[in-house]
């Protein structure tokens, strides 16, 4: 197979929260694979490739989230690219960019629409870990992840969450979906876990070199050699501390 694309979007204004990490952790799970994967740096100003394979998208504060969707909604890249169906890893702020509408300095601005979701304001800001059942098919493991949000996301009914809470505050602090963490629409996956999320959760990151791949997971190369003896170690300890 040709090297695998991984795209960046937009680090200087999305990533607060380390989520660039989430790229890096798909490239390395590739290249244990023996598999070719680069990433490409994408900022501010720059025209988004709609024909990589996969893409992420982190986390920002108010001005970051507005610049960050003026810059998206005039390129139109990642639009295209979700409308191909290439798999899209959006966190946090990226989240609620990604919906129809977020709230940003007591103001409404209207999303990429890639997510039927608005994102109002939590009464409470939300700091903490979090843990959840996955929703998503292919997933078997409780997801986890780090919070830090005041968004109060409320799902329409053309998006899926992506998990069922178990420990933490999800997508908002009322109302009926009190108990749902994340979105899942078409190719975007969405999560306001930080870890970053896929090194805490290696089989989501499996799914989604999967779905670039447009294979199932079971057929990804094995992680064999020194590669796989240091990964199950490093991966059972995580999971151990933050299930505590």
Request: net charge negative; charged share 20%.
């Given at each position: ?41 994408i ?56 919906g ?16 039927d979701?608005?994102?109002?304001v ?34 329409g009914?053309?998006?899926?969450p ?21 979105a ?16 805490r ?44």
């Open positions: 197979m040709s090297t695998l694309t991984i795209g960046l979007v937009l680090p200087d204004v999305l990533g607060t929260y380390g989520d660039d990490g989430n790229a890096l952790v798909l490239r390395q799970r590739a290249r244990m694979r023996g598999l070719d994967a680069e990433i490409h740096r900022t501010l100003g720059d025209a988004i490739p709609e024909t990589l394979d996969m893409y992420t998208v982190g986390g920002g504060e108010d001005v970051a989230q507005r610049l960050a969707t003026e810059h998206l909604l005039a390129d139109g890249g990642l639009t295209r690219a979700a409308n191909a169906g290439r798999p899209i890893l959006s966190i946090c702020a990226g989240l609620q960019v990604l129809r509408t977020f709230t940003a300095s007591d103001s409404v601005v209207e999303g990429l629409g890639l997510i979701a608005t994102t109002d939590l009464s409470k800001r939300m700091i903490g870990e979090i843990t959840s059942t996955p929703q998503l098919e292919g997933l078997t493991e409780t997801l986890t992840g780090f919070a830090n949000h005041m968004g109060s996301t409320v799902l009914s053309d998006a899926s992506l998990g069922t809470l178990t420990k933490g505050t999800g997508n908002t602090d009322e109302g009926e979906q009190v108990s749902y963490e994340g899942v629409q078409g190719s975007v996956i969405a999560t306001y876990m930080h870890g970053p999320v896929l090194a959760n290696p089989q989501l990151a499996d799914l989604i070199l999967a779905r670039a791949m447009g294979v199932d997971m079971s057929e990804l190369p094995e992680v064999t050699g020194q590669f796989a003896d240091q990964l199950n170690g490093e991966v059972q300890q995580l999971r151990k501390e933050r299930l505590r």
